[in-house]
């Protein structure tokens, strides 16, 4: 079956460069979360879409953006990084519309800053 | 004090031993989730639990509203239990904007 499919895998920015993680969640599934963890702590929640609109934000710094595409299929933007911004980044995806709620993760996108 | 706590932090059994974990919570919750993360970093849901009790295999999940307590029991562990095991609340939030617990550290030895 297939599954949250994050890319790239890997990133390696320096400081002040941006960064783009892709998120394509499981097929019919119209909702996407991202959630950031960083080295040695909890992950934590940032932001989530639902039909394209924003539907809750957590701790996202004001330097990142999101979206969610017509293909249900979401975009982590990240600006002027910092080298607190290493971190494996997470999304998650949920259908609505079955009610069920279980989440599906993808394997994460790992940014390293230097 | 955090608002989801885990115990115990770190766990280490022989291969078919039973193993509980415990998670409570402090604040109103619509669903609970247990998570597991292997080394590599990817999370898989194992429960998502609103009331009484969900097995899967060899896993089992209870929730206690009242108390807001859950536990997470594996029966006949294996080696490749071996992972970091997630206690993830809904609080209030939309779906999905979940508080983590800390995480217990599983090592099962053969």
């Known amino acids: 079956a297939a599954g949250v499919i994050q890319s790239p895998r890997h990133l390696i920015k320096e400081k002040r460069e941006t960064a783009t993680l892709k998120c394509y969640p499981i097929?019919?599934?119209?909702?996407v979360y991202w959630y950031q963890q960083g080295p040695g702590q909890d992950p934590q929640f940032l932001i989530s879409?639902?039909?394209?609109?924003?539907?809750d934000k957590g701790s996202i710094p004001d330097r990142f953006s999101a979206q969610q595409f017509s293909d249900y299929h979401s975009e982590l933007n990240m600006s002027s990084l910092e080298l607190g911004d290493s971190a494996l980044y997470f999304c998650?995806?949920?259908?609505?519309?079955?009610?069920?709620?279980?989440?599906?993760f993808g394997e994460g996108s790992r940014l390293t800053v230097l | 004090k955090n608002e989801v706590e885990q115990s115990p932090q770190n766990l280490t059994a022989q291969e078919g031993e039973f193993i509980t974990i415990n998670c409570s919570y402090s604040v109103g919750i619509s669903a609970l989730h247990w998570l597991q993360q292997h080394p590599g970093g990817g999370i898989v849901s194992l429960f998502m639990l609103s009331s009484g009790k969900k097995k899967h295999g060899r896993l089992i999940a209870t929730i206690n509203i009242q108390e807001k307590h859950s536990s997470l029991h594996i029966t006949a562990s294996h080696p490749r239990d071996s992972a970091v095991y997630i206690c993830a609340v809904e609080a209030g939030g939309s779906q999905g904007n979940l508080i983590f617990g800390k995480g217990t550290k599983l090592s099962v030895k053969p």
């Open positions: 097929p019919r599934h119209d909702t």
């Open positions: 998650a995806s949920s259908s609505q519309e079955t009610g069920v709620g279980e989440l599906f």
């Open positions: 879409f639902y039909e394209k609109m924003q539907s």
